[in-house]
Antibody, heavy 122, light 113 residues
Framework: QVTLKESGPALVKPTQTLTLTCTFS??????????VSWIRQPPGKALEWLAR???????FYSTSLKTRLTISKDTSKNQVVLRMTNMDPVDTATYYC??????????????WGQGTLVTVSS | QSVLTQPPSVSGAPGQRVTISCTGS?????????VHWYQQLPGTAPKLLIY???NRPSGVPDRFSGSKSGTSASLAITGLQAEDEADYYC?????????????FGGGTKLTVL
C-alpha cells in the first residue's frame, strides 16, 4: 500500500525559507523508475507543479521557480525534502507530494499525499 | 494563466452526460504528450481519474472516459451522480526552449444540478 504524507510549518514569515518533508511508504526511491514530485495549490486556484526527484537523484524544477527550489531525498528514511527560499504571501498554498508513474512525457501522479497548508504572513 | 485551458465550470443534471475540454498547443498535447485527468473532491487531495489519455485506474467507474485529438483532450462523464461534483484537472507535459515540465489545466468545477 502506497502512502505519502507531507509535514512542515503551517506558518512562515516573508523572506524566510520553507522546508517541507514528504514521508512515504509502499515503495522505495532506490528502486529503478521511482520518482516523487511536489505540487502546490493556492486557495481556490489551480495545481502548480514544482519539482521532481528520481531514483538516480536526477532533479527537475519548475522553470518559473527553479532559482528558489531545492529538492533532495533520504532513501534510508523514505523521505523527500523540498526547500523554497524567499517566501512571499503569494506562496501561500497547500503543498502536496505525489508519486510519479509512467515514462518521460507521459508520466502522471498515481498517489498523492493529503497536502499541508502553508501560510506566508508576518 | 495555465498552459492548458479548461472551462472554469460545467454543470449537468443527475443522469446526464457532460464533457470537459482541455486545450493545449503544439508544445504540449499537440507534441504527442499524453494527457491525464484528476478529480479533486472538496477539501481533499487530487485523485488520478484517467491516465495516458483514456485509461482508467482500478476502481474508477467506467462512467468516466477520456480522449485526445490534435492539441486537445476531453473528459466525459456519463450518468452523472451527485458524488461527481468536484474540480477536475487535466495534466500533460510541455516542452519549450527552457526545458520540459509538467503542466496542469486551470481546473473545471463540475456542478451536479
Amino acid at each position: 500500500q502506497v502512502t505519502l504524507k507531507e509535514s512542515g510549518p503551517a506558518l512562515v514569515k516573508p523572506t524566510q525559507t520553507l522546508t517541507l518533508t514528504c514521508t512515504f511508504s509502499g515503495f522505495s526511491l532506490s528502486t529503478s523508475g521511482m520518482r516523487v514530485s511536489w505540487i502546490r495549490q493556492p486557495p481556490g486556484k489551480a495545481l502548480e507543479w514544482l519539482a521532481r526527484i528520481d531514483w538516480e537523484d536526477d532533479k527537475f524544477y519548475s522553470t518559473s521557480l527553479k532559482t528558489r527550489l531545492t529538492i533532495s531525498k533520504d532513501t534510508s528514511k523514505n523521505q523527500v525534502v523540498l526547500r523554497m527560499t524567499n517566501m512571499d504571501p503569494v506562496d501561500t498554498a497547500t503543498y502536496y507530494c505525489a508519486r510519479i508513474t509512467g515514462g518521460f512525457g507521459g508520466s502522471y501522479f498515481d498517489y498523492w499525499g493529503q497536502g499541508t497548508l502553508v501560510t506566508v504572513s508576518s | 494563466q495555465s498552459v492548458l485551458t479548461q472551462p472554469p465550470s460545467v454543470s449537468g443534471a443527475p443522469g446526464q452526460r457532460v464533457t470537459i475540454s482541455c486545450t493545449g498547443s503544439s508544445s504540449n498535447i499537440g507534441a504527442g504528450y499524453d494527457v491525464h485527468w484528476y478529480q479533486q473532491l472538496p477539501g481533499t487531495a487530487p485523485k488520478l481519474l484517467i491516465y495516458d489519455n483514456s485509461n482508467r485506474p482500478s476502481g474508477v467507474p467506467d462512467r468516466f472516459s477520456g480522449s485526445k485529438s490534435g492539441t486537445s483532450a476531453s473528459l466525459a462523464i456519463t450518468g452523472l451522480q451527485a458524488e461527481d461534483e468536484a474540480d477536475y484537472y487535466c495534466q500533460s507535459y510541455d516542452s519549450s526552449l527552457s526545458g520540459s515540465e509538467v503542466v496542469f489545466g486551470g481546473g473545471t468545477k463540475l456542478t451536479v444540478l
